[in-house]
């Protein structure tokens, strides 16, 4: 038999952490709601001219907002079994700086410190951070790019050597008097050429330098696709995988487990204990 502190702990881990259930899914939406929307108030505050009452109701709107993540942050805390593994884990410590901005602004009251308090309150932005949380799909495109990072790690280590060897030409062809004063300089130029940014400060002046940045130009096209290329096939690659749902272990907190698992895969807690 459960016990009543138990079941009432369960059933707020439930609302919090899952988002398989009616009222964890409202629960998401709202945070999703509240979320974009302290991000919309810390963008419209920070554009000067405004009418004073319109700060004075962003004010008092964020005050809103972080109170209600306050109250989410101690639930998802007193909801765990083992607290820190939530508090010290990557949403644990989002959580904490885009809630805390607020607060300090008691604490440093002085004059000296309100430019420091404005720039600690930019933390808010943190909070776009958790919607991650929430998508479904972001779990396999996370997966996509982690399976990814070797290859794109190779492929951009090729893409350096072609910039050095690039540079390096270029700085043999134009020389100083054309603004390709050092080899580092002419590879910086080749970076900026080859990801089609062009800024414009450095530029070749000879026939053969102007077919070597030619060159350089159309690598660069193809250059750019084929990171989208690895990951693209790493995701389709994905849809391969298990399903796993968005239940979370009371114990551990660990989460990713099968629609039809009774145990956490990381502690073996139970996971339903209502059920057996």
């Keep these: 038999m459960v016990e009543p502190k138990a079941d009432w702990r369960r059933k707020i881990h439930d609302i919090i952490y899952e988002a398989d259930t009616p009222k964890g899914k409202l629960f998401d939406l709202v945070l999703l709601a509240l979320i974009l929307l302290s991000v919309i108030f810390v963008m419209v505050e920070s554009v000067r001219g405004l009418p004073p009452r319109v700060y004075d109701y962003l004010y008092v709107g964020e005050w809103i907002i972080t109170i209600f993540f306050s109250i989410e942050y101690i639930l998802r805390i007193i909801s765990v079994r083992k607290p820190f593994g939530y508090i010290f884990s990557f949403y644990g ?10 607060y300090l602004s008691f604490i440093l009251v002085g004059s000296n410190y309100l430019l420091t308090v404005r720039a600690l309150r930019l933390l808010r932005v943190f909070r776009i951070l958790k919607i991650t949380r929430y998508v479904g799909e972001s779990n396999k495109l996370r997966k996509a790019l982690a ?3 070797p290859k794109i790690f ?3 280590f090729a893409v350096f050597i072609v910039a050095i060897i ?3 030409l270029m700085y043999l062809i134009e020389g100083e008097e054309n603004g390709f004063t ?21 530029a070749p002046a000879t026939p053969l330098g102007q077919l070597l940045a030619t060159l350089i130009m159309i690598l660069g096209y193809g250059i750019i ?17 298990v399903h796993v749902n968005t239940q979370s272990c009371t114990n551990c907190n660990a989460t990713k487990h099968r629609d039809d698992a009774k145990y956490c895969h990381n502690c073996g807690e139970i996971l339903n204990p209502e059920k057996t």
Excluded: H, M, N, Q
């Design 147 to 149: 399976d990814s990072r």
């Design 154 to 156: 190779v492929f951009l």
């Design 225 to 241: 696709a084929v990171p989208t290329g690895i990951v693209s096939a790493e995701y389709s690659r994905s849809k391969d995988y």
């Design 182 to 202: 050092s080899i580092p300089r002419s590879i910086y130029w080749c970076i900026v050429t080859l990801t089609t940014v062009g800024f414009g400060d450095i």
């Design 93 to 102: 410590i989002i959580d904490f700086l885009s809630t805390i901005p607020l």
């Design 166 to 168: 690039a540079g390096t």
